[in-house]
């Protein structure tokens, strides 16, 4: 995407869902298959799977058949987050778009209103299951989602937010309609449960805001807001909550106001807007499963943001603010951002954010699990980093974009947040991947603007590359692995599986 258009019971799941240590190697030790947004509760995007040489294309399936009129609205970038493919063995679970999808007229034009990205609660927004039959990926079922994506506006300016499930001990959850989740078989996709965090009542102007995010417990957390309906952007909210749904369907939540007391009422002779999470961000968990972290900012301010501890009963633990940090620039909570929280081994916490001075790279944030601030790296915007847990310490991998003129890289960082290795693009294109997977053996797996999956081994040195479908304005997906190291990657609106 070019920048310029701006997560008897315990030991089996603990078998599914990773260990907690570092010598579990930051929850990827035990299951390789993948279960949510960057694999683990802790988004380190990493698995004890060893992927496979990108030698062919196995698979290519549409799931979003609107992406050539979504960018024909911004000029050629498509400008929708999408799920990561969900993978549990034989069975793969995917987004897919239905409905009809309103263009402008001319596309662009913002005519006759709404339309285009004003209009995106037109589609209809599915949960696909799909199995392996030998060669083939068959759909199994398919379960038509009522949820809809928090109005476009203010900081959105037409970036489609992310409607993203999570898969726990053979079921999936899914966003649903006025802050609801439903809980479905995976086998069939048929409904267990719906939880209704805010009462009977369904209120459409309440929103799941994010991706949803499961401990090793089966406990899913996770973020969502209340807006007003005429004026969601230019209106205080009237309400934000965190989550949190139990394995035997105890629902608790908390609101931002209790999680972030005594931020400021007022920015720069305005209100501020209430705290509220960041649209796109996932609560992360931390490795011994006792405290939810995410992100936090005023609705009116991006700048008045927060990196934010609860304990997984929650109940308020710490506010880290993300002003200040710089002599001249502020850390940014970005809505058009997919950035989540991420949990090193060593418990600290990462966070990839924008800045009012260096919006078009941003910075990698990094706090202890007290919320002091440690160190930053000179690149964040949308960025979920993948973390590779080695040797008694681990590794940071990100991209690494310098928009406009390049270069291109993917970097390892060190603990302290210094480049350990580049590996730069051999063509003159973007990274576009939000969130690198790596394997066991460190090798990184990334997806180009230039069409290709890279594959990369430790030292920046380049394993393979298989060219998909040339993605010029693509936007910016993740990639997962399976248990047999297929490859799984997002490109125009498709998924592509690579492999041997």
Known sequence: MSRNVLIIVSSFVTLLLGATSLSHAGNAR????????????????????????????????????????????????????????LIDGNKVFLEAKSGTYISCQPPGSG??????????NSQIWNERAFVWQGSSLTQ?????????????????????????????NGFVFVPGFAGTIYKLNESDGTVVDQYKPFGPIDDPNKYVSGPLTV??????????????????????VTGAWLVKVSPIGVI?????????????TMCDGSPCGSQRPGINAAPAISNDGMTVYTVSRAHFFSDRGYVVAATANLMPKWQATLRGLFANSSALVWDQSSSSPVVAPDGSVLYGASSSRNTARGYLLKFDSAGKYLANYNFGWDETPAIYAHDGTYSII???NHYFTGPYYITQLSTDLVPEWRFRSPTSYEWCVNAPAVDANGTVYANSEDGNVYVISQGGTLKGNIFLRLALGAAYTPIAIGRDGKIYTENDGDMFVVGK
């Open 30 to 85: 035990s299951i390789p298959d993948w279960a949510q947004w960057a694999r683990t509760p802790q988004h380190t995007g990493a698995t004890s799977a060893v992927g496979q040489s990108p030698n062919r294309q196995l698979v290519d399936i549409t799931f979003d058949p609107f992406a050539a009129q979504e960018q024909a609205e911004t000029y050629g970038e498509l400008l929708t987050h999408y799920q990561s493919p």
């Open 111 to 120: 005519m006759p209103y709404p339309c285009g990205p004003d209009a995106w």
């Open 140 to 168: 199994l079922w398919n379960f038509q989602s009522d949820w809809k994506p928090v109005p476009n506006g203010r900081d959105l300016s037409g970036w489609e937010p992310v409607f993203h499930a999570a898969w726990w």
């Open 215 to 236: 401990d090793r417990n089966g406990n899913v957390y996770f973020n969502a807001v209340g807006l007003d309906p005429s004026n969601p952007w230019g209106v205080d």
């Open 252 to 264: 608790q939540s908390v609101s931002y106001s209790a999680l972030v007391p005594g931020a400021p």
């Open 398 to 400: 990100l991209k690494d």
